[in-house]
Structure formats: C-alpha cells, structure tokens
C-alpha cells in the first residue's frame, strides 16, 4: 500500500491578473482592505504604505506592481493578506500584500501542481507559474519580495 501524500494547506489569492498560491504556513491573517497610510519619503510605486495590524506597522504591497505591473485600484471586496516574513530580519517579521478579493482555502498535494514551465524573465516577484487543481496560478517568489521590501524600507 502506497504512503498517502500529505497535503499543503495553501491559500489562492485573486489578485488582478490571477491568482497567488501561497502555503498557509505563510499568512499570518486574511483582514478587510483599509488604505494604508502613507509614508514619507521617496519609495516605489509597489510600496502603497504601512498597514495598522495589531499594534504593527507593516510595509504594504502592491504584488502587481511589484512584478513591473500597475497598482490597480482595490475592488470592492479586496483584502489584505499579512505574510509571514521568512527571514530573521530586525523589523521586517511581517509585510502585507493587497488581494483583490477573499482567498480560497486549497488543499494541495504535490501531484495536484503543475508546473507550467512558462519563462516569466518580466516577472521577477514570480517563482513559477502552476496550475493547482486545474486553476491557473503564481508561486510567489517570497525572498524576493522580501529583499526588495527590505531595500526600500531600510536601505
């Protein structure tokens, strides 16, 4: 009898253009869009502001623009999903990410995701596109999002 495979609880995100697929383990909470406040200085266009999170100021993101896209408007039903930061870097434990709506809860085995093997050189906050389920969707590149949210918050 074969090992039954463990899935990967994992959320898909909307997002304008498509969908993010992100392991759970990843998101520390799913809250109502509320503009972020914006920050002095001179940043990125990707960097909306800081998002009021429990107690917290976190860097907030445009994923789409981040990726050399635009900033869309939020839609009525938008999100902001709070990450998880993976490395140990002195004010930086969290960032948040603009949705444009509510994530699906996916359970996600390894022979469900397919690799798409589409070259996204124009992507560059993109791991690999996948189809997950037959759905369509983008494994975010998380360190890179990271060190360009550490770049431009902290030098």
């Not at 503009?35 to 789409?64: A, K």
């Not at 490395?87 to 969290?94: E, F, T, V």
């Not at 070259?119 to 890179?144: Q, W």
């Amino acid at each position: 009898m074969a090992a039954e495979q463990a899935a990967i609880r994992s959320l898909l995100v909307p997002m304008q253009d498509g969908y993010l697929l992100m392991p759970g383990t990843l998101v520390a909470e799913v809250v109502s869009y509320s503009p972020p406040e914006t920050v002095p200085g001179q940043y990125p266009r990707w960097l909306l502001g800081r998002f009021n999170w429990r107690g917290q100021r976190l860097p907030c993101v445009s994923f789409e623009a981040l990726n050399g896209g635009y900033a869309g408007t939020p839609a009525t039903r938008a999100r902001v999903i709070v990450l998880k930061a993976l490395k140990n870097r002195p004010g930086l434990p969290y960032f948040s990410v603009v949705a444009q709506g509510i994530p699906r809860l996916l359970s996600v085995h390894a022979d469900a995701i397919e690799d798409l093997n589409e070259p996204m050189d124009d992507a560059p906050a993109v791991r690999m596109p996948v189809l997950a389920h037959g759905e369509p969707a983008f494994i975010p590149d998380m360190e890179f999002m990271e060190d360009e949210i550490h770049k431009a918050m902290f030098g």
